[in-house]
């Protein structure tokens, strides 16, 4: 089946410090791939995405390279701040029933303090 | 441009009642999905329309649940009667175009639903 597991949190880190959020996926075929962010009170935002194997996505600082050979997509900034505080959603998209589905991780809470 | 809108965002009902939650999509969007988010299930997918039809309703929870999109800028998602175990975020999100293609979807601010 299609499915993705991301590392469980929080993740606690003091400003400025690297960030590494793990994803890995299982997939049927070539899915996209996305990282959302969810700020408290908020919707689901995309962060960025990639929609084939070697893409690297970055949006505000942040990265994540479609790495086929390990089925995984790992969020990286290399300074985070305060603001970035939030929880973060890794998915794929796959073909379902004619249309393109979303399968989320269970989100990761990243804590930053200053 | 608007982004996916949601009302209310904040409901607090009594078990029994009926809640209607609405959602407006992003104009020119042709897809719409509704989710629902707790901390013991995550983010569940309960349905989703395109082009106004619901194509996959597998995710609804029991009968009590029903969604309807009379046209292109309005859904909406009831529940009749309420139930405690209903306290949720629901999320609407909206999809269309190339961004459709690939999966990508643009979600609303969400409702949460409180059913004492």
């Known amino acids: 089946g299609n499915s993705v597991t991301q590392m469980e949190g929080p993740v606690t880190l003091s400003e400025e410090a690297f960030l590494t959020i793990n994803c890995t996926y299982t997939?049927?075929?070539?899915?996209?791939l996305f990282w959302y962010v969810q700020y408290p009170g908020e919707g689901l935002q995309l962060l960025l995405k990639?929609?084939?194997?070697?893409d690297k996505g970055s949006n505000k600082g942040f990265e994540a390279t479609y790495r086929k050979e390990t089925t995984s997509f790992h969020l990286e900034k290399g300074s985070v701040q305060v603001s970035d505080s939030a929880v973060y959603f890794c998915?794929?998209?796959?073909?379902?029933?004619?249309?393109?589905?979303?399968?989320f991780g269970t989100g990761t809470r990243l804590l930053v303090s200053p | 441009d608007a982004g996916v809108i949601q009302s209310p965002r904040h409901e607090v009902t009594e078990m029994g009642q009926e809640v209607t939650l609405r959602c407006k999509p992003i104009?020119?969007?042709?897809?719409l999905f509704w989710y629902r988010q707790t901390m013991m299930r995550g983010l569940e997918l309960l349905i989703y329309?395109?082009?106004?039809?619901?194509?996959?309703d597998s995710g609804m929870p029991e009968d009590r649940f029903s969604a309807k999109m009379p046209n292109a800028s309005f859904s909406t998602l009831k529940i009749q009667p309420s139930e405690p175990r209903d306290s949720a975020v629901y999320f609407c999100?909206?999809?269309?175009?190339?961004?459709?293609?690939?999966?990508?979807?643009?979600f609303g601010p969400g409702t949460r639903l409180t059913v004492l």
């Open positions: 329309f395109n082009n106004n039809v619901p194509i996959d």
């Open positions: 990639a929609t084939k194997a070697d």
């Open positions: 999100a909206s999809t269309g175009g190339l961004a459709g293609a690939f999966g990508e979807q643009f």
């Open positions: 997939a049927t075929g070539y899915p996209s």
């Open positions: 998915a794929l998209a796959f073909m379902n029933t004619g249309f393109q589905k979303l399968v």
């Open positions: 104009s020119g969007h042709n897809s």
